[in-house]
């Protein structure tokens, strides 16, 4: 007999297997341990003997055969599914508040019980929907995280097949990570630029870095899968999920996506799938980054992806060439996720325009056939539930197929080649689905397609260890999230991120110790995503504090240096209740489309609006303060230096404020001391561009939504064109090897 050794930790028994496998179990599961041939097995059916799908010696293909030959359809149609957002938080905070349940039908205050226990919620779908995959969102800390996913995992492993949960997550691991689509940790975790800054960087190795960094943190949370990354090519620069992307080069964007992916997946040790190891869901295929007038498919006004420049092919690349082909031994991404667009007229077969899930052509003749891929696709949120409001965030979003019943919806899913339905917690629709294909092609033809889909969802379930220990350490969890190391790699990143545009007369860098006067910023009142009011109010944009360590700190402008005045790219939306389709606008001022189309080019059967065209109409950025904020302060400090610098969520005409400041830096999502550590010296800027910036809007309008570079790129008074690849340092504009390698 071999020797192996026990150790208790948390609620679970750890197994070391000395030649083999580790494994624990939780004390509270019911599950025993198996000995044969001197190693330890774990009884998750609880039957008493080993079976394949329980012997981690066995090729991964022999245990899922066998798992799957004891599944129902019901348990398979669990695995099917993927939660809606889970939060861990006691926090008041946006997620938190949305994504709280209830404890024995109590508050968690009022049962007295643990953020860390399970809610009712959890338990109806783990037991009663069999599902196992699970999105989670903010978390107090790692600790917790660690003790909710002991707990969760405890939880399925006493049931029935002892199937471990898959958990995930949206990106979590830039300095603001409690927006929108990144509803990240809340707690203490390395701090990363947003998708759109690595890319700035362009230093594919710094992404795999990343990923080897993140996969690493994300396990010690109980994260097994990241809902990352996000390759759509933005070459529709209006697109509001611009700064999740790595650009609008698809070259760039594919070495992006390859290092990322592969930073996830592959362990450092032994260059494989391990204990490390973190499926990455690569999204969003066929890519939607042409969102027709920049408009996006969250909400029913923005449904349509369009190809004016018949340049469909381009957005593949990025998977194609990037996910799909890793340099390690992962060999691509475990998972992809399709949009929620309509890819206007690409169906050369079906003739058909529905959402990119429900599409035969795009994911069984495009993406399983003609690319070979046989990973996971997983549908993005709620797009089997029904959309009363085109306008609204939180409803379905079920484009093209709006008339047909929720069952039919999964059914025409599960025709398609697609897996999985995120943000699904129901069984039911499923069963329905099934029943649905036994009238059409028997049952046997059902149970093999069910079966199809388990295997592959199994596979990622397997490849990441979890059959054999889901738990995690918390202590060790506590230690190793956000440690020293990986905030300080973070960090680098961040200063590596940041694009210097401008530097006249090498007004950067000021030595430390000026004077220097930052203004307030000045919010109109405004809706958030989710219908809440945001107030009209002041905020003085930077902790003070932090500016103080490094210059001092100034009331008004005449007693100043300089002026460093932060900002933010323009915000807006393309509909409005009243006026309906509006132009989305990169300019602060008013702007009134001259240029749009009379008519638009998307036509949708089921929508009582046929012409989306903006044209003659009116819009202005939710943020147009910010430039009566520059040239306030530009008059106010007279022929004293004034430093813009703007956070950065898409390419901006910068021609309304460009020639009265002397300094531009924009960033992607960074903490103030990394700008601050360039504004001062102590780090030199060397990020550039990884899109183009528009001369205006005249520009905007006449691009093509679906092609790159195909903007006429602004000029500076000193006859610096903000084009791609673009980026200045302290000697001037940039001219390296990564220039050299990208620039068009």
Known sequence: MKEYTRKEIDNYIYVKNHGGKDIAYAKSSGVEILEEDGYYFKDLNKNGKLDPYEDWRLPIEDRINDLVNQMSIEQIAGLMLYSQHQAVSTGEGLFARMFSGTYDGKSLKES??????????????????????????????????????????AFVEGMDLGIPNNISSDPRHTPNADTEFNAGSGGKISKWPEPLGLAATFDPELVRRFGQVASKEYRCLGISTALSPQVDIATEPRW????????????????MAEAYCDGFQTDEETGQWGAESVNAMVKHWPGGGS?????????????????PGNNFEEHLIPFTEGAFKLKNGTKQASAVMPYYTISYDVDIINNEN??????????????????????????????????????????????????????????????AGVDQFGGNNEMQPIIDAYEIGIKEHGETFMRERFERSAKRLLKNIFSTGLFENPYVDPDYSETLVGNKEFMQEGYDAQVKSVVM?????????????????????????????????????EVFPVKDTTVERYYTLVETPEEADFALV????????????????????????????????????????????????????????????DLDIILETKAAMKDKPVIVSMNCKNPTVVEEFESKVQGILINFNVQLEAILDIVSGKEEPSGLLPFQM????????????????????????????YDFAYGMNYSGVIQDDRVKKYKK
């Open 112 to 153: 007295g019980k643990k953020i860390s226990d399970l809610t009712d919620q959890q338990k109806k779908f783990l037991t009663e929907d069999n599902l196992r995959h699970i999105l989670l969102t903010v978390v107090d800390d790692a600790k917790t995280a660690a003790k909710w996913n002991n707990n969760i995992q």
């Open 240 to 255: 509001m999920r611009f700064s999740g992307t790595f650009g609008d080069d698809s070259k760039l964007s594919a070495d």
């Open 354 to 415: 529905v959402g990119n899930s429900y599409s035969k052509y795009l994911i069984t003749d495009l993406l399983r056939n003609k690319y070979k891929y046989d990973g996971v696709v997983c549908t993005d949120w709620m797009i089997t539930k029904d959309c009363p409001d085109i306008a609204s965030f939180m409803v379905g979003k079920c484009w093209g197929v709006e008339t047909m019943s929720e069952a039919q919806r999964h059914y025409k899913i599960l025709m």
């Open 291 to 307: 969102g027709e007038g920049g408009r996006d498919a969250h909400f029913g006004y923005g449904k349509f992806a369009v190809y």
């Open 566 to 625: 932060f900002i933010e790219s323009p915000d807006s939306v393309g509909y409005k209740e009243k006026e309906g389709y509006v132009p989305i606008t990169l300019q602060y001022r008013p702007y009134t489309a001259e240029f749009g189309r009379k008519e638009s080019i998307a036509q949708d059967k089921n929508d009582v609006i046929k012409n989306r065209s903006y044209l003659g109409k009116s819009n202005t950025c939710s943020n147009e303060q």
């Open 501 to 537: 545009l401008k530097n006249k007369d090498n007004v950067l860098p000021i030595c430390n110790k000026k004077k220097v006067y930052i203004p307030k910023r000045r919010v109109k009142e405004g809706v958030d995503w989710f219908g809440n009011v945001i107030p009209a109010h």
């Open 694 to 721: 528009p001369k205006d809007m005249k520009t905007v309008e006449e691009q093509f939504e679906d092609v790159s570079h195909d903007m006429e790129c602004y000029v500076d008074e000193e006859g610096h064109s």
